[in-house]
């Protein structure tokens, strides 16, 4: 079974520039995170997605940071404009979660520079 | 509020020892679930277990075992005869679970521990 794809793997960006992250789920998996992780710290999550709809999107910078998942499946991050504070690792994780927290599988990140 | 502390920020020890990775959370929640995670130089995230609030039976899977007591809002994490392939940085979760139709499931993480191997 493939796992949890994310593109490009790394970026490199000036400050107020746009950048846009892909992330492929699992097959199947209705349940997708957008976690943000800065070096030194656990990941937190940015948004959370169930099918196409948003569940919970309360830390996500939203003057800056728009998500979207577009049939259920793909979603996309972008960043606009970048701050220097948003240099750090974007996370995308995906689970089957029915009726209970399952696992979340994670992709193996975009890490984001901004200079 | 939910919150997971990792107190050990870096843990090094020789290749054989055993070593106990720890993780106390705090949870308003009856029903709850804590994970923990690996994350290896190559920096993916990568699954170890999931552990429900109802569930207080310690468990093994190979040279790893956890325990988990409530009594002490704990769950530890134990690597016996630990190897170099176990140099990594580990994360305890907590989800947090609403009793509502928007499960939202999402995890809450503690700083991690950074596990050095040495052989």
């Known amino acids: 079974e493939a796992g949890v794809a994310q593109s490009p793997r790394y970026k490199i960006i000036e400050k107020r520039q746009s950048v846009a992250f892909w992330c492929n789920p699992i097959?199947?998996?209705?349940?997708l995170y957008w976690y943000q992780q800065i070096l030194g710290q656990g990941p937190k999550l940015l948004i959370q997605?169930?099918?196409?709809?948003?569940?919970?999107d309360s830390q996500l910078p939203k003057d800056r940071f728009s998500a979207e998942r577009l049939k259920g499946v793909d979603s996309t991050l972008k960043i606009q404009p970048a701050k220097l504070e948003d240099s750090a690792v974007y996370l995308c994780?995906?689970?089957?979660?029915?009726?209970?927290?399952?696992?979340?599988?994670f992709g193996p990140g975009t890490r984001l520079t901004v200079l | 509020a939910q919150k997971v502390t990792q107190a050990q920020t870096e843990i090094s020890v020789v290749e054989k020892e055993d070593v106990t990775l720890d993780c106390v959370y705090e949870?308003?929640?009856?029903?709850?679930?804590l994970f923990w995670y690996k994350q290896p130089p190559s920096g993916e995230l990568v699954f170890l277990i999931r552990?429900?609030?109802?569930?207080?039976q310690n468990e093994i899977s190979g040279r790893y075992s956890w325990n988990f007591q409530k009594s002490t809002s704990s769950f530890n994490f134990t690597i016996t005869a630990s190897q170099v392939v176990d140099s990594a940085v580990y994360f305890c979760?907590?989800?947090?679970?609403?009793?509502?139709?928007?499960?939202?499931?999402?995890?809450?993480f503690g700083q991690g521990t950074t596990l050095q191997v040495k052989p």
């Open positions: 552990r429900n609030s109802f569930d207080e």
């Open positions: 949870t308003r929640d009856t029903t709850y679930y």
């Open positions: 997605f169930q099918n196409n709809g948003v569940v919970d």
């Open positions: 994780a995906s689970s089957n979660m029915k009726g209970s927290p399952g696992a979340q599988y």
């Open positions: 979760a907590l989800s947090d679970l609403e009793v509502s139709s928007s499960n939202t499931g999402k995890l809450i």
């Open positions: 097959s199947g998996h209705a349940t």
